[in-house]
């Protein structure tokens, strides 16, 4: 006789406990401590896309319990930056997260959503958040020099506060693993250095950059592009790209690598200055990096038996002169978007163009 599984009679799970505070969610690591069950987590800032969820379905298959936190952290952003308009998209994420759910539970996932942790700002800052300038006082975690590369020239207290933040979480989280997207690239540096040297009990795990139909890789701030800036944004992964040709062809110096970027790059951006304002997408280059994979240095010469990371930022500019009907994104274009990527440059995938 066929024999049903007893889960298949249960109730979908998806409801998974909404914590607010650090005694609520300590209370239930340490339940699930005491059940010997494994716990993966999942630091977010919330406005979900399927990178989020693609590294919690990885949290999901290699832990009993997945952890996901939303909480936009002030301290990452400078006195400048887009702090207050940084969306926040709880009911959508909400759904998102039970329909999610309900997919690993049919898929027989080895674990599920048990928690989100919803902290306020006044809960994970007890003492007050350090204040947003570079000199800012308060408790906080820098690691130099890794933070105070690349992102970090733009944004000097960026990875000052993202370390912070996140040293609090695992501190309160203590999961077996913490998973980041490897888009943020040079984040997984930093945090892997600062689990390292403070001899902190996770590993760090880190998930393949999710990206969109066109190639744009997925983050929270693409719905401010609208039609006309995204065509465009796809420069910066181009760009990365060319590098990736020039070497294929057999380049090995960085600054004909860099070169090959850069030039794209400000012909695009020339271009676009000599249209008409209804017609143009400006946008403002801040770096193109070509870096050892172990320590983000960067290098003067690829060899062709060794690799680096490709990776670089751009804004994109307000929209000056709107149309009636066009899709302008979120907050009708007024809101600048700073894009990040990164890809993998060696032999192989120059020469037939994988992004890894």
């Known amino acids: 006789m066929h024999r049903v599984p007893i889960r298949a009679f249960t109730a979908y799970p998806t409801k998974f406990g909404v914590n607010t505070t650090v005694k609520a969610l300590r209370d239930r690591r340490n339940a699930a401590l005491r059940s010997g069950r494994s716990v993966g987590f999942v630091p977010t800032m919330g406005a979900l896309h399927k990178g989020h969820l693609?590294?919690?379905?990885?949290?999901?298959?290699?832990?009993?319990?997945v952890y996901v936190s939303i909480y936009?952290?002030?301290?990452?952003?400078?006195?400048?930056?887009?702090l207050n308009s940084y969306p926040r998209t709880w009911p959508e994420d909400d759904v998102k997260l039970k329909r999610l759910n309900e997919?690993?539970?049919?898929?027989?996932?080895?674990?599920?959503?048990?928690?989100?942790?919803?902290?306020?700002?006044?809960?994970?800052?007890?003492?007050?958040p350090p204040t947003s300038e570079i000199d800012g006082q308060g408790s906080f975690v820098t690691i130099t020099p890794l933070a105070t590369r690349l992102e970090g020239t733009s944004r000097p207290v960026f990875f000052r506060g993202v370390a912070t933040v996140c040293m609090k979480l695992l501190n309160i989280v203590r999961p077996e693993r913490i998973y980041f997207?490897?888009?943020?690239?040079?984040?997984?540096?930093?945090?892997k250095r600062m689990v390292q040297d403070f001899h902190v009990d996770t590993e760090v795990c880190v998930g393949p950059t999710v990206r969109e139909w066109d190639g744009l890789a997925m983050s929270s701030r693409n719905v401010y592009l609208g039609e006309r800036r995204r065509a465009i944004a796809l420069i910066l992964l181009s760009s990365l790209?060319?590098?990736?040709?020039?070497?294929?062809?057999?380049?090995?110096?960085?600054?004909?690598?860099?070169?090959?970027?850069?030039?794209?790059?400000?012909?695009?951006?020339?271009?676009?200055?000599?249209?008409?304002?209804?017609?143009?997408a400006r946008f403002e280059i801040d770096y193109i990096s070509i870096a050892d994979p172990d320590t983000l240095d960067e290098l003067e010469e690829v060899t062709s038996d060794g690799s680096a990371i490709l990776s670089g930022a751009i804004k994109m500019l307000p929209l000056e002169d709107p149309q009636e009907g066009e899709d302008t994104g979120s907050n009708g274009g007024t809101t600048p978007v700073r894009l990040i990527d990164n890809i993998k440059l060696d032999l192989l995938s120059a020469k037939v163009g994988y992004l890894k």
């Open 103 to 128: 997919e690993l539970y049919d898929e027989g996932s080895k674990g599920l959503i048990t928690d989100v942790f919803m902290p306020s700002t006044q809960e994970m800052y007890p003492g007050a």
């Open 241 to 280: 790209k060319e590098i990736q040709q020039v070497y294929a062809k057999g380049a090995r110096k960085r600054r004909y690598l860099y070169n090959a970027a850069v030039d794209l790059l400000s012909l695009v951006q020339k271009q676009q200055e000599a249209l008409p304002k209804k017609e143009r």
């Open 72 to 82: 936009v952290n002030p301290t990452q952003f400078g006195v400048n930056e887009d």
């Open 181 to 191: 997207g490897q888009k943020d690239i040079q984040q997984t540096y930093v945090i």
């Open 54 to 65: 693609a590294l919690i379905r990885q949290a999901a298959a290699e832990n009993n319990e």
